[in-house]
T-cell receptor, first 113, second 115 residues
Framework: QQKVQQSPESLSVPEGGMASLNCTSSDRNFQYFWWYRQHSGEGPKALMSIFSDGDKKEGRFTAHLNKASLHVSLHIRDSQPSDSALYFCAVSELSGSFNKLTFGAGTRLAVCP | ETAVFQTPNYHVTQVGNEVSFNCKQTLGHDTMYWYKQDSKKLLKIMFSYNNKQLIVNETVPRRFSPQSSDKAHLNLRIKSVEPEDSAVYLC??????????????FGAGTRLSVL
């Protein structure tokens, strides 16, 4: 079983709408969460990180973390066509003296004009 | 411009050939990585280097060998490629190899097709 589960696999929202993506870790060693975004033909790019319970807002993006359930969500307000991409949840664990980032399988977001 | 640069963008080869991919970062970071992204877009770490020293070596076939001449360069050589090696190989760098606040910066990737 993958240590990082993302849902849904794909999502379509209208331009200006709200997109909500989910991620759950199955391992309590994974305490630190990241969201990365990958546009077609490019490498993934970090969107935001969250390590504490509650909400973290950066512009149109809001992440919410519940550490007790190891669940993190990403909400994109006022979605734009340029937000169409593959979104990865990534979790960090301490492996020995250095950390290792493990990625989920991704959620493909399509924002329709 | 500071970023992570990978060459080539795309490489087609036959089974059994040797290939090499190059990666350079101009961000001044200490740590570099190779990730493999398969046809389902799954991302898996292969290697990690910190200041030219190998620190992470996941379960990767022995035909894969990373090479680092300095902390800004990390190349990947594949001896005798197999069909399952067809994938996008992503190079990344990060300021350090420790700490939860360690953002990865990725290159655009090298797409390998093995015929």
């Amino acid at each position: 079983q993958q240590k990082v589960q993302q849902s849904p696999e794909s999502l379509s929202v209208p331009e200006g709408g709200m997109a909500s993506l989910n991620c759950t870790s199955s391992d309590r060693n994974f305490q630190y969460f990241w969201w990365y975004r990958q546009h077609s033909g490019e490498g993934p790019k970090a969107l935001m990180s969250i390590f504490s319970d509650g909400d973290k807002k950066e512009g149109r993006f809001t992440a919410h973390l519940n550490k007790a359930s190891l669940h993190v969500s990403l909400h994109i307000r006022d979605s734009q066509p340029s937000d169409s991409a593959l979104y990865f949840c990534a979790v960090s664990e301490l492996s020995g003296s250095f950390n290792k980032l493990t990625f989920g399988a991704g959620t493909r977001l399509a924002v329709c004009p | 411009e500071t970023a992570v640069f990978q060459t080539p963008n795309y490489h087609v080869t036959q089974v059994g050939n040797e290939v090499s991919f190059n990666c350079k970062q101009t961000l001044g970071h200490d740590t570099m990585y190779w990730y493999k992204q398969d046809s389902k877009k799954l991302l898996k770490i292969m290697f990690s280097y910190n200041n030219k020293q190998l620190i992470v070596n996941e379960t990767v076939p022995r035909r894969f060998s990373p090479q680092s001449s300095d902390k800004a360069h990390l190349n990947l050589r594949i001896k005798s490629v197999e069909p399952e090696d067809s994938a996008v190989y992503l190079c990344a760098s990060s300021p350090h190899n420790w700490g939860a606040l360690n953002t990865l910066y990725f290159g655009a990737g090298t797409r390998l097709s093995v015929l």
